[in-house]
DNA sequence: CGGACAACCTGGCGGC
DNA sequence: TGCCGCCAGGTTGTCC
């Protein structure tokens, strides 16, 4: 669930609560979310350090700390809050891990079906395995899309979720850049002309910048870092419309597996062959 | 390189 | 009301 702008709202939420913030001590109930570091080893390297920035690196949530980066991925269910000490809401059932700061607040890291990850590293790259570009940075041209495309011949909607190819992109936006870019989900990559390829450019820039500024998609487990619930889900074309008719043809809207995937997509306004 | 698929986990939901 | 089985989807790893 948590693609780009679901993470992206979560940092930008998580800057105010926790820039200037110093942790105190650690509590967990689940030490397998600490990955590559005992949790003993954790606690005594974090405690004492301070967070200066909150960023993101494709679906990676990055706090920058005196010493090190405490580097968070949501994955399905995750959910990463500030609150009062005393606070106690809905999604602590599944608050693995909470790190006590300083002026009485916790940092909460809940995570009802338990795939997030928590690392502490000096430098993420140490971390990241292969990442393609940022979708949503001025470097990302339909020149350099383009020049990514070629050599590759895979269905495009598995390209798109391919975070070496592109970073950030999950299954509901790939959903809805392809519909809006009028390209069948199992269009091969290389059969894309290059009006294709641009429009797909395009669509994905606007659909994710779309995604940001409704403040994600809070379908089930997604919630902002203050616990409401985003708006993206109320613009979505294709992704869990199912049954229902196409917005631009009417056209009832189908859903299939693509590569083990949930995908939706318009039979008239994709075609498969054109 | 690409495709298929299991594994990691558990809540929610439809069906009976 | 309760139990059963399936579905959800980010990522890694394995096998062909």
Redesign the pocket.
Known sequence: ???LPEVETVVRGLRAPLIGRTVLGVWTDWS?VIHEMPPEAFTARISGQTFTAVKRR???ILCEMTHDVLIV?L???GRLYVVPDETVIDAD??AHLRLQLDGGVQLRFSD????GRVYLSENPDNIF?KLGPEPLEDDFTVEVFAGRLAG????IK??L?D?SFIAGV???YADEALFRAGIHPLR??DSLSVEEIKRLHETIRATLADGVDYEGASI?WYRKPDGTAGESQEHFYV?GRNGKACLTCGTIIE?T?V????THYCPVCQPLNR
């Open positions: 669930m948590p693609e397998n494709a679906k990676y991925h994955r399905m269910t059932r599944w009802a079906r338990k795939f395995p590759r011949h895979k269905n598995a390209l979720l975070q999950g299954n509901i091969n990559s089930n992704y859903k597996r590569t083990q995937r949930g």
